[in-house]
T-cell receptor, first 112, second 115 residues
Framework: EAQVTQNPRYLITVTGKKLTVTCSQN?????MSWYRQDPGLGLRQIYY???????DKGDVPEGYKVSRKEKRNFPLILESPSPNQTSLYFC???????????FGSGTRLTVV | GDSVTQMEGPVTLSEEAFLTINCTYT??????LFWYVQYPGEGLQLLLK?????DKGSNKGFEATYRKETTSFHLEKGSVQVSDSAVYFC??????????????FGTGTLLAVQP
């Protein structure tokens, strides 16, 4: 089944403790991105990647890192999480220059 | 920059009522327009899309028409069901032909349908 898989679905952590949210897609998509969803703000793009080893900042990149060592994986790294990064995170992927975007099921992160 | 504005919620309707959720956009290019739906506890699913002016997207009884003259993409359904209760997001894809992958989202509208 074609899908975007994120893990974990839920995570509670403490301020400053490094964490990684994984994202994997099995559709051979070139383009992958991360969004965060906050009440009253909708979804905002954090980082995106056009292909392996090619990443760039989205609209709200502060406090996040990403890597794209393999085409299928695009992990989101929070080196030193803070409470303002408490949010619902979505990974997305698509064929490059396509309007068909697939989303993962989301990761609800709480930083205390 | 490009942006999407959609009506605030929550929208509360009785079953079989008519639904309209307004969405307007600002864009410098020729974006594609989308409606995504998020059911409770789930991720985003594409509901419908339109890629050029005057196109009508439709799915599951929902419709939206790409109106360039009013920069709008309002979502409508003639008769809502309890199972339509969800958060609805209007979005656009930037760039010529709307094919640059980045999506700009509205703030979302919560729809609650009561039996």
């Amino acid at each position: 089944e074609a899908q975007v898989t994120q893990n974990p679905r839920y995570l509670i952590t403490v301020t400053g403790k490094k964490l990684t949210v994984t994202c994997s897609q099995n559709m051979n998509h070139e383009y992958m991105s991360w969004y965060r969803q906050d009440p009253g703000l909708g979804l905002r793009q954090i980082y995106y990647s056009m292909n392996v080893e090619v990443t760039d900042k989205g609209d709200v990149p502060e406090g996040y890192k990403v890597s794209r060592k393999e085409k299928r994986n695009f992990p989101l790294i929070l080196e030193s999480p803070s409470p303002n990064q408490t949010s619902l995170y979505f990974c997305a992927s698509s064929v490059r220059d396509s309007t068909n975007v697939a989303f993962g099921s989301g990761t609800r992160l709480t930083v205390v | 920059g490009d942006s999407v504005t959609q009506m605030e919620g929550p929208v509360t309707l009785s079953e079989e009522a008519f639904l309209t959720i307004n969405c307007t956009y600002t864009a410098t290019g020729y974006p594609s327009l989308f409606w995504y739906v998020q059911y409770p506890g789930e991720g985003l699913q594409l509901l419908l899309k339109a890629t050029k002016a005057d196109d009508k997207g439709s799915n599951k009884g929902f419709e939206a028409t790409y109106r360039k003259e009013t920069t709008s993409f309002h979502l409508e359904k003639g008769s809502v069901q309890v199972s339509d209760s969800a958060v609805y997001f209007c979005a656009l894809s930037e760039g010529y032909g709307g094919a640059t992958n980045k999506l700009i989202f509205g703030t979302g509208t919560l729809l609650a349908v009561q039996p």
